[in-house]
């Protein structure tokens, strides 16, 4: 019986980091592509090549690694591999709720990369479990400017996501949304109101004020408020937008 050899595509064609890889992992019996750092380029790899592994930046020219995970549906996915100088475990989670299979910290060992495929490959296949309303909570927090290495940047994409769902959690915060959020990541309520706190006055002060004018903008012409809106008032209103954008597009399908 003659084996798969597998293909590995690699967003990275410097000598310093991509081709470093390309060889260590063709000692390993693997095909390797590379790709320049460029999420518009390594996107049309992906669907042209249809590799089985792809490691990418977190940061690229054009489209992020988020970015990459946002805009590929389920059949397209190959296992993502992330690395990335932003330092952090929210970094990671944030990630791997996306479906990434890991990410590395640089710098990092390469036998790390090459342990996480080994290890995929001989681990029992699962379904993905990233849901439509993680994707959207996660895509405007980016478009707002969210930094992913804040720890409650994760609380607050799991809040947002749970409001797009059921409107009605916000009514219940305190009592319901933050409890349920700490319980899922083994901490207390108070932690995940006051991370979540902490980002929002992180995207009020050095974020994308333009996006942040759609959600949150008042008056005409509109402005933001010097204040920034409360946990409940910025997760409602940003729910809120994506359930309208969630209906717009779905408007869209159907006139085509």
Excluded at 107 to 134: G, M
């Amino acid at each position: 019986m003659v084996k798969t050899v597998k293909l590995v595509l690699v967003g990275d064609t410097s000598d310093s980091f991509g081709r470093i890889i390309q060889l260590q992992l063709q000692n390993y019996g693997y095909r390797v592509q590379l790709v320049e750092r460029n999420g518009i380029s390594l996107l049309h790899a992906i669907r042209t090549l249809q590799p089985e592994y792809t490691v990418m930046h977190l940061q690229m020219l054009h489209i992020d690694a988020y970015g990459i995970l946002h805009t590929l549906d389920e059949q397209e996915y190959p296992h993502f591999l992330v690395c990335g100088t932003e330092q952090g475990i929210a970094v990671r989670q944030s990630l791997k709720k996306l479906g990434a299979l890991d990410y590395f910290a640089m710098p990092f060992s390469l036998n790390r990369l090459y342990d996480a495929i080994l290890e995929d490959e001989v681990s029992p296949k699962r379904p993905s479990v990233v849901s439509q309303a993680d994707l959207f909570a996660t895509s405007m927090l980016q478009r707002f400017g969210a930094q992913p290495q804040l720890v409650g940047y994760l609380y607050l994409c799991d809040a947002v996501a749970r409001v797009y769902e059921h409107p009605e959690d916000i009514q219940l915060i305190t009592k319901v949304l933050y409890p349920e959020i700490a319980k899922e990541h083994q901490v207390t309520a108070i932690k995940v109101e006051r991370s979540i706190r902490k980002v929002i006055e992180t995207i009020w002060q050095s974020g994308n004020r333009q996006a942040l004018l759609l959600v949150f903008g008042k008056g005409s012409p509109a402005v933001l408020p010097k204040r920034r809106p409360s946990n409940s008032v910025f997760i409602s209103k940003t729910a809120e937008r994506m359930r309208l954008e969630a209906m717009n597009d779905s408007y869209r399908d159907q006139s085509l």
